[in-house]
């Protein structure tokens, strides 16, 4: 039992045997094969186990890897545990007191904690899926991108999505003779989200492609006659899967455009009559409603609701269909995918840590517990439970600079994590991006003079990202991630100090405009805005709804894009005269544009040999003339191109690899 001053927990098997291992050797570091060694013995467990089992460990102290108060990790050597411990017994010997006992292991107490502990009510679950996931294997090693797996309901199958042809096919796995042994795919077309029925026979997906009208249908498929069919128009939101099948396999129920506010909630289509019937209504336009899943009891309904910057699980009961949605969770970050453990439990992803890591989500009083499983997401259970599925992605984005004069294109930022954010300053000898490198967003700095990166500053258990430079270089907005929700921070060169900017509100994507800063309203029940602070610190808040991004140009107009409504616009400072800038920008675009003087640059596409190519534009906001810059574009998720004030470079964000398999284990 670990206990603080206010709180108590109570470890797993296998996290108390590494802590005490830990303390136990206090006085030198252990190596990586001792350890394994001494918790799994002859047991054979993957490579990642003991890296994914310390990182709970660590969550369960409130540690940090790259700033450890309690175990340090020795490059190529080991960890030795460094905060200072206490035996009880000894302690009593010598100040002969009644002082009031600590059981923990061998009486051994860490003296300091400081953060409020995750509990759970019942521990079994988080025991067996803890114990589970240190044994899962990878099933697909295939480079690329193989995705969104789902278990068929007898666990003897999985279905998958994977790139053939140029376009997402589905695969369908035999688990028992570890195999391929079907692939679906359509010419024109891209399958996603492949759901199993009850019975096994069918199969449904998400047809999309640039070219169908609509872009998105539902195909069914019965996997033993081959006859499949087109039901219902469809939406696809950051890629999220977008299925479920009722218990009766009489219904189907997806994401679904809803009019007239152009965001996604779920409905359901009977497959015998194929009515439709809205289940969810999102609050607003920048709201949408995606992953549904039904209980295995057939009693409620659960489903991600957020947008692009944070997403939350939410649940109602499925015989009053028509009642609002409960949020179950409230951790101001991002979830993908969930599916039910049993009747009181959720698996779901989430990255409210930093890293995006599998978690156990108590239905009844809303408690989570971290469960492993670093980079994980999709998670996927069969109906007895007895198999869990799920994919692990591995992102390498990076910073490349464009040179328009010459048509010079060079890496600048490259790592092994994700490199974003870009943004020059005004003097065009460095700029700041974020990267997650150490596993949580940290502002960074590099120098074109010097040819160096280096971290330029960062907050603790904080992810930050979008910085932005004032007119003299000598500040920098950022925006701040964590358990407070998303605020903006202001940064200062010269001393190296930051603060919290004092907006009455939530906010984020601040920016410059003389004196002043704007920042976007975090959406929460609402549709977002642009948040005003004027150097007296008196907040306003602009006349115009639903924005996405915002932008200023040289003459102090915002360019902004709609939560979903395609195009690009110019509106005035206070938020009215609003003039269509670009008509047909996809709204799903978001983050690939930039401005700077009088121009916009933007990702957008052109016809060449009769394909469709990307390419980088620019439009003249007085002329409305536009121009292809180049064949680069940004390819990444999140903010992603800065212009130089000369208009000589830009820097663009891609993702220049992208990894991902399914990997599977039995539950204990």
């Known amino acids: 039992m670990l206990k603080s001053a206010t709180e108590s927990i109570s470890l797993p098997k296998l996290l108390s045997r590494l802590l005490s291992l830990l303390i136990d050797n206090k006085t030198r570091v252990i190596s990586r094969e001792e350890l394994i060694d001494s918790l799994w013995k002859d047991k054979y467990v993957n490579e990642n186990a003991l890296s994914r089992t310390i990182a709970e460990l660590r969550k369960e102290l409130h540690d940090s890897a ?54 759970f009510n019942r521990q079994q679950p988080f025991s067996d899926l803890s114990q ?197 969770t409230d951790n101001r970050h991002y979830t993908v995918s969930h599916d039910w453990f049993d009747d009181l439990h959720i698996i779901m992803d989430s990255d409210q840590t930093g890293e995006r890591l599998l978690w156990l989500l108590n239905i009844e009083n809303g408690l989570t517990q971290l469960v492993g499983a ?39 930022i490259n790592s092994t994590k994700y490199d974003n954010n870009p943004a020059f300053a005004p003097s065009g000898e460095k700029f700041a991006f974020t990267s997650n490198r150490q596993n949580h967003g940290i502002i960074w700095l590099f120098d074109f003079n010097t040819g160096k990166e280096s971290k330029l500053f960062e907050i603790p258990n904080t992810k930050l990202t979008r910085p932005i430079w004032s007119s003299n270089g000598k500040k920098i907005l950022v925006t701040a991630n964590n358990q407070d929700g998303l605020w903006s921070y202001e940064f200062d060169m010269s001393t190296g100090n930051y603060h919290k900017l004092k907006f009455a509100a939530e906010n984020f994507a601040a920016i410059y405009i003389n004196n002043n800063i704007y920042a976007m309203s975090k959406p929460i029940h609402g549709e977002s805005t642009i948040l005003k602070l004027d150097t007296s610190g008196i907040m306003t808040q602009l006349n115009i709804n639903g924005i996405s991004r915002f932008m200023a140009t040289a003459d102090n107009k915002l360019v902004i894009s709609k939560a979903n409504k395609n195009g690009l616009f110019l509106i005035d400072q206070d938020g009215s005269n609003e003039e269509v800038l670009l008509k047909d920008f996809p709204a799903a675009s978001l983050n690939h544009w930039s401005s700077t003087q009088s121009h916009v640059y933007y990702r957008d596409t052109y016809t060449k040999d009769q394909q469709t190519v990307l390419a980088t534009w620019k439009i003249d906001i007085n002329t409305l003339s536009k121009t292809k810059v180049s064949l680069s574009f940004p390819d990444c998720v999140g903010p992603s191109m800065s212009i130089s004030t000369d208009q000589n470079r830009i820097l663009i964000t891609k993702t220049d690899s992208a990894e991902s398999d399914i990997f599977m284990t039995t539950l204990d």
């Open 66 to 119: 790259s700033q450890p108060q309690f175990i340090k990790t020795l490059p190529k050597k080991g960890y030795q545990f460094i905060h200072p411990v206490i035996d009880i017994q000894e302690k009593q010997k010598k100040q002969k007191s009644n002082q009031i006992s600590i059981l923990f292991t061998s009486l051994l107490i860490i003296s300091i904690f400081s953060a409020f502990y995750y509990f």
């Open 374 to 412: 670093r980079g994980a997401q999709f998670p996927s259970i069969d109906k007895s439970r007895n198999t869990l599925s799920y994919q692990v992605a591995q992102f390498d984005a990076n910073i490349w600079m464009l040179d328009i004069t010459s048509g010079q294109e060079t890496r600048v």
């Open 132 to 328: 589970s996931l240190n044994k899962a294997h990878r099933i697909t090693a295939e480079p690329g991108m193989e995705h969104q797996p789902n278990i068929s309901p007898d666990g003897t199958k999985v279905a998958y999505s994977t790139m053939n042809n140029n376009h997402l096919a589905t695969i369908i796995y035999d688990i028992q003779k570890q195999k391929q042994i079907r692939l679906i795919s359509k010419e024109d077309a891209s399958l996603s989200s492949a759901v199993f029925s009850h019975s096994g026979d069918e199969i449904i997906m998400a047809a999309s492609g640039i070219d169908m009208k609509p872009q998105c249908q539902l195909l069914w498929k019965n996997l033993n006659t081959g006859d499949e069919k087109l039901l219902a128009s469809c939406a696809i939101k950051s890629g999220s899967v977008i299925l479920a099948w009722s218990a009766d396999d009489n219904t189907v129920i997806y994401s679904a455009i809803e009019t007239p506010s152009g965001t996604a909630a779920l409905w359901g289509i009977d497959l015998n009559s194929l009515q439709k019937k809205q289940l969810t209504f999102p609050k607003s336009v920048d709201t949408f409603d995606v992953s549904p899943k039904i209980s295995p009891n057939g009693e409620f309904l659960s489903f991600s609701r957020g947008n692009h910057l944070t997403r939350n699980i939410y649940i109602k009961k499925m015989d009053n269909i028509k009642q609002a949605a409960t949020a179950l």
